[in-house]
């Protein structure tokens, strides 16, 4: 029987959306780990019960599957994780592609990115002013206005009566008073809600991201640690995205309440896969209806990704030259056809994926 897509499936799909866009920032990964230390969250780790959304749809409508699937195979580099960079004159390095989350199925490297990571003389993340607290304060209260409201403007200014109502019931589900949070930019908080109480808890209680784990077992080895972007870029990035974009996805997360597991899980199995390629065919698919979605969505990956993407090519080209490194940064920065893996092509390098 087909599957008819609901308006809850959508808001699903939708917090997916917002879940990958925030997943390729690395820096709002890291800031909720210091927030929910910093707030004693409580100790006990609930269990994370998600569905895979993707699974059910095979299941239930094949042939929107298939559709998906065929674009998926149709997106460049959309398969897999670790690439094998070589170039003349250097030793080879290796490009792997990360999930900035805590869950073991992410945190254990595949064999072979354990090898290659192994090997390094150098590791590579996005940015390494997360790994010094001092380093990372000062960053942020140099431009404040980039976390906070600094006029008279507060999140419920910009929110609908409607909008509101939503907004206050969710998070005083969630225990947050809206005046602690009144101030704060949405992107902040939707950072702070777009995750399921699973991996919340695991954060609080101190367990690093994937890119950070890296980061700390190459210190602890001796392996030299470089960094791609800084705090800034990534905050001004996200910032000069329209601020209705971000409203629109903190409510509609907000709206997604409990389901946020099943929008995890699905996630996480495509990681797992190496599917990346699979994501934005099933938001496109799965989403019909909703106009202003592609432009808002193509403004996003250009300024979160495509743009990203040219910088940080730039700043490993010297790193890469000294040969033997291992760079990891956020898998949706890998695929397509403006991604890194094309970009280090269009560098010069052989770009080979590593089973």
Not at 98 to 112: N, S
Not at 185 to 201: D, G, N, R, T, Y
Not at 258 to 283: A, C, H, K, S
């Amino acid at each position: 029987m087909k599957r008819v897509i609901t308006i809850a499936d959508r808001a699903a799909l939708a917090s997916l959306k917002l879940l990958v866009a925030l997943n390729v920032l690395f820096f709002l990964s890291f800031l909720i780990i210091a927030l929910l230390a910093a707030g004693k969250a409580r100790a006990e780790i609930p269990d994370c019960a998600g569905t895979d959304m993707l699974s059910a749809l095979q299941k239930n409508d094949p042939a929107a599957y298939r559709k998906i699937e065929t674009e998926a195979a149709a997106t460049p580099n959309g398969k897999g994780l670790l690439w094998k960079l070589e170039k003349a004159g250097e030793r080879p390095s290796f490009l792997f592609g990360t999930m900035h989350m805590t869950d073991p199925r992410v945190t254990t490297l595949p064999p072979a990115a354990q090898r290659a990571f192994d090997a390094a003389d150098t590791v590579v993340i996005e940015t390494t002013e997360v790994l010094d607290q001092q380093k990372m304060m000062a960053a942020l209260f140099k431009e404040p206005e980039l976390m906070m409201f600094t006029d008279s403007t507060t999140l419920s200014s910009l929110l609908s009566p409607a909008d509101a109502a939503v907004v206050n019931k969710a998070l005083d589900a969630r225990g947050i008073p809206l005046a602690s949070v009144a101030k704060m930019k949405p992107w902040m908080l939707s950072a702070m809600v777009a995750l399921p109480a699973c991996e919340l808890a695991r954060r609080a209680g101190g367990a690093p991201v994937l890119d950070i784990k890296l980061a700390e077992d190459a210190k602890a080895s001796g392996k030299v640690v470089e960094g791609l972007e800084t705090i800034a870029d990534q905050l001004r990035a996200m910032a000069s995205l329209p601020l209705a974009f971000h409203m629109k996805g903190l409510v509609d997360t907000l709206k997604l309440g409990d389901r946020m597991n099943d929008v995890n899980e699905t996630m996480i199995v495509l990681y797992q896969r190496g599917d990346t390629g699979m994501l934005w065919p099933l938001f496109r698919a799965a989403l019909p209806g909703e106009e202003d979605d592609p432009a808002d969505y193509a403004a996003f990956e250009e300024t979160m990704i495509t743009s990203r993407n040219k910088v940080m090519v730039d700043h490993a080209g010297p790193i890469l030259a000294k040969g033997n490194a291992f760079m990891a940064v956020g898998a949706l920065h890998l695929l397509g056809a403006e991604g890194l893996v094309e970009d280090f092509r269009k560098a010069g390098y052989t770009v080979t994926a590593v089973d």
